[in-house]
């Protein structure tokens, strides 16, 4: 009698990023030491607390983890899942980490979570939680314009930051500083704009860089530019609904499913992104949308023909169970951890280049560090510079309509041209041009790894070696 061969287990989210820290660190020069403190978390506080709702008390279990002080404060979101436990935080806080160092955000690297449905409360209820949540964080440091900023993650967004941000204000009057304690704030609340769409929007700058290297187009198959692309996304929440909706109004790309929670929908001529997420936002889900293909087992997509699979959902969602139907020959990782390490090794084998998590949802901490320092320095970005640079706009149209009325040239600037160049930046275009400055650099100190190395076989290892070299730099400057 035969046995069949054993499946090999799926190592953990935790599991999956040690492995891939270790297979980075392998072709590194760390001591054993520094290299054993960069990769455990510092410590990880749980809190269970009870609030009084529907006339009964309630009891709910919340973390918040810090991986690594070598820079403070240390930043990272706080997620609302029932799925949250320990070890998803913890894995969730070394990827800030990581991510941080990789896009040169002055931060270490943290994550909280609450072990919550946030579908099942009601707003007043949610507000509760989420003060008496804060309440308990607050008090030992773990939210703290200097020491520890939290942001939105899943299930978490503006209305929740807000909260966050007012609870630390009454706990602490006379902090001037206050509204610097937690970012993704509602602009009348301390934020930023273009802070809730900056991962999506990161991920479309991520995509573009990558286009605008052919040789790294290459190594998945593709050739051209983002248009006309066939992509396929998987969660249409805050993350995924950005990505997809700037790559197919900007850039011209297809995106051909959508994946959701209770399904998915296909179409090979192209979906209508900002009416799936309303059509989303108006029935709960996406069954029964009108004159599409419609899939129950909405996993089953992943698996589909596409140029590029977007998963922006959850993590390990591509595991060893389904890694080797995936015909995507590029992934673009919008979630944290969508690919467990088996998985990842699969993927690698087949040639598939996967655009790793730690840079490519980095857009959502790069612009939380803006909003930090916008806090921090009371301002509104562009406030001082913005008309003056229009008035310097406006001398030089002037003097080029003046020379050519002078010398009869008849030359006219376009109205097009003229409204463009004369509007000065505002904050969103300076936010934009931050983002995009540091998705770019970001990339090509990757792609100088995965290229110039040539025991570097993907851009996952390569964004770990840069980072855990910024992170060792640190820990070296401090004397450790
Ligand atoms: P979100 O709650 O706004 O959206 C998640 C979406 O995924 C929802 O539409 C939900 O219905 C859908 N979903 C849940 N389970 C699903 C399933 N089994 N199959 C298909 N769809 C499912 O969350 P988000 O903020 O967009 O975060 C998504 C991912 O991006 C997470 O991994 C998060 O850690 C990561 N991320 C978010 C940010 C941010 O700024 N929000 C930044 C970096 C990384």
Redesign the pocket.
């Known amino acids: 009698m035969t046995t069949a061969p054993a499946m090999p287990l799926e190592p953990s989210f935790r599991e999956s990023v040690d492995i891939m820290f270790n297979r980075a660190v392998a072709l590194m020069d760390l001591s054993p030491g520094l290299e054993e403190k960069i990769r455990v978390c510092n410590s990880t506080y749980t809190v269970r607390f009870g609030v009084r709702l529907r006339g009964q008390i309630h009891t709910f279990t919340g973390y918040r983890s810090v991986h690594s002080e070598h820079m403070e404060p240390v930043k990272g ?1 706080i ?1 609302y899942a029932m799925s949250v436990h320990q070890d998803e935080v913890e894995a ?1 806080a070394a990827l800030m980490t990581y991510k941080c160092a990789l896009v040169d955000a002055p931060f270490g690297g943290s994550k909280g979570g609450l072990r919550i449905d946030p579908r099942e409360w009601e707003e007043h209820e949610m507000e509760q939680i989420t003060r008496r949540f804060t309440y308990e964080l607050v008090k030992r440091s773990l939210i703290h314009p200097s020491q520890n900023v939290p ?5 978490t ?1 503006e209305r929740e930051m807000a909260w966050i941000a007012d609870q630390y204000r009454r706990m602490n009057t006379t902090d001037i500083n206050a509204a610097a304690c937690v970012t ?1 704030k509602p602009i009348n609340a301390g934020g930023i704009q273009g802070r809730t769409e ?2 999506g929007r990161g991920v479309q700058y991520a995509l573009r860089e990558f286009f605008r290297h052919p040789e790294d187009c290459a190594k998945a198959g593709l050739t051209g530019g983002l248009e006309g692309k066939r992509i396929i996304v ?7 609904y950005h990505a997809a909706k700037f790559l197919q109004e900007e850039d011209g790309a297809k995106i051909i499913g959508i ?3 209770d399904g998915a929908l296909f179409s090979e001529e192209g979906l209508d992104v900002e009416k799936v997420r309303q059509w ?1 936002g108006k029935h709960g889900g996406v069954a029964d949308y009108p004159k599409v293909k419609y899939l129950k087992d ?2 089953t997509v992943l698996e589909a023909t596409c140029d590029i699979l977007i998963p ?4 390990g ?1 591509i595991n060893m169970g389904n890694a080797a139907r995936i015909k995507a020959p590029l992934i673009i990782e ?5 690919v467990t390490a088996g998985a990842d090794e699969v993927l690698r084998d087949k040639g598939t280049v996967i655009i790793p ?1 730690m840079y490519a ?1 980095a857009g ?2 790069t612009v939380s560090y803006f909003e930090w320092v916008k806090n921090l320095s009371h301002i509104r970005f562009g406030r001082l510079q913005r008309r003056a640079e229009e008035a310097r706009h406006q001398l030089l149209v002037d003097e080029l309509e003046r020379l050519s009325a002078d010398k009869g040239l008849g030359w006219q600037l376009s109205p097009g041209f003229k409204e463009t160049y004369l509007r000065g930046a505002g904050e969103l275009e300076l936010v934009r041009s931050g983002l995009d400055d540091t998705m770019r650099a970001a990339y090509q100190a990757m792609r100088a790894v995965w290229h110039g190395r040539p025991e570097v076989h993907d851009l996952r290892t390569a964004a770990y070696i840069v980072s855990i070299g910024k992170v060792a730099a640190s820990y070296r400057a401090k004397g450790l």
């Open positions: 979101g997620r969730l942001a939105p993650d899943m299930g967004g993704g900056a991962t998987q969660g249409l929440g805050n993350v995924g994946i959701e929670r989303i909405g996993a922006a959902a959850l993590e969602v919008a979630a944290n951890g969508p998590d949802n959502g901490v």
